[in-house]
Each structure stands twice: as C-alpha cells, then as structure tokens.
C-alpha cells in the first residue's frame, strides 16, 4: 500500500498528503480537548459525541473559536 501511495503522488506528494492528515488529526484531538473542556452547557455532550464521528467538526470548532478569541482581544 505504501509503495503504490508513493507510485501515485510521488516523493513530495506523499509527503505533503500525510504531513496534512497528521496535521488534521493533531487539530482534531486538540478540538476534543477543547469541546470537553468548555464549560457545562445544554449541548455539550451532543458536541462531543458530533466530535468524535464527525471529524471535521472540531477542525472547524477550532477555527471559529480562534476567530472568536481574536475578536475579544480587539475589544481590550
């Protein structure tokens, strides 16, 4: 299997693919911890459980939070 991924995209191709799926799996385990972490709320279990199958929802959970972070730093 590893030799056909590296048949198909090459050195720099294989390479930038699972720099980039270990990259969205370190996001995603940080985005868990992030959701479990928020503070108690109707919906917090509904959230984690979103998390853990449906990957990219702590990718962009990350993302808005960020956004939302920046903008509470503008305002102090």
């Known amino acids: 299997m590893l030799q056909t991924f590296y048949n198909n995209f090459g050195f720099l191709g294989s390479l930038a693919i699972a720099f980039g799926g270990f990259m969205f799996t370190i996001f995603w385990i940080s985005g868990i911890a992030g959701i479990c972490n928020m503070e108690e709320s109707r919906f917090k279990n509904l959230k984690m459980v ?3 199958l449906f990957p990219p ?3 962009f959970w990350i993302l808005f939070d960020m956004y939302h972070q920046s903008q509470q730093m503008k305002e102090k």
Do not use: G, I, T
Request: hydrophobic share 50%.
């Open 57 to 59: 929802y702590p990718f």
């Open 50 to 52: 979103l998390s853990v």
